[in-house]
Every structure is written in C-alpha cells, then in structure tokens.
C-alpha cells in the first residue's frame, strides 16, 4: 500500500509563493509519474501538473503554465510543487496523487493540502 502525504500548504498574499511537498511511503515511486490535482470549494477536483517517472518530462495545465513548477527526488520518494506569483483563484485543497498524467485517474492520493491565496 502507498502512502502519499502532502505539507507545504498555507495562507499567503497574491503575488507570494509557497511550496509544497509529497512524500511518499510504503513503496518507492520512482518508476512512476506523480501529479498534483486541487479542488477549490464548489468545483471539480482538476490536474494541475505531472512528472514522469526520471523529471525529465513534465505536464502543466495552462492555468498555472510559467508560474508553477513540478520536481522530484526519487532518492527521497518525495515530489515537490513550487508555486509563485501566486493568485486567489488558486485557493484550493492540492492533493498528491501517483501514477498521474493527463487522462490518467491516479490510483493512490494523499490527504491534501490547503493553499489559500488572499487578495
């Protein structure tokens, strides 16, 4: 069984950053892509961002394209998201999830995490 646990969340500016981490236990990921989904209240969780399994591909929804970015260090089973320039519409819980890609329903999410971006 994989456990992803995410931390790094928070209340922060417009315009601030945050970062957030995934670590993962129970099994090693590295052979897998790992993604980042959010939900904000009354909306649909939706896909933000994945790695593949080496960091060497990456796939970003254009909302957060230029802004946010992913990483990974496999030696630590841990993903990372860096968030800058960080704007209210970005409030929302961000969940870990693996394997993840673009049309791919993760098996296994994390708890999640609230970021919440105040104006």
Partial sequence: QVQLVESGGGLVQA???LRLSCAASG???S???????RQAPGK???FVVAINWSGLNTYYADSVKGRFTISRENAKNTVYLQM????PEDTAVYYCAAPAWVGRIPDYWGQ????TVSS
């Fill in 84 to 87: 800058n320039s960080l704007k």
């Fill in 31 to 37: 052979s897998y892509a790992m993604g980042w989904f």
């Fill in 44 to 46: 649909e969780r939706e």
């Fill in 112 to 115: 999640g995490t609230q970021v």
């Fill in 27 to 29: 099994r090693t990921l």
């Fill in 15 to 17: 315009g601030g950053s």
